[in-house]
């Protein structure tokens, strides 16, 4: 399987994420967390969780690099 790649953000940047199952990795310790998204009462929420595979994926690479 394939590393999954994730586009760079920089600090204070402007993203335009997709609404379900957004993937965002920590370019420092690797973290990646799945991110949904909605409009309620005209109001944007948002629903985080940790990957823990993607996560684990991502530090293994991260490890070989060094």
């Known amino acids: 399987m394939s590393r999954r790649e994730y586009p760079a953000v920089f600090d204070n940047q ?5 609404r379900r199952n957004y993937g965002m990795q920590c370019c420092d310790c690797g973290l990646v ?3 949904d998204f909605r409009v309620k009462n005209g109001k944007i929420q948002l629903r985080a969780r940790r990957d823990n595979r993607s996560t684990g ?10």
Do not use: A, K, N
């Not at 994926?57 to 490890?63: A, L, N, P």
């Open 57 to 66: 994926q991502i530090r293994r690479h991260m490890r070989r690099e060094r």
């Open 33 to 35: 967390h799945r991110i």
């Open 14 to 18: 402007w993203v335009q994420p997709v």
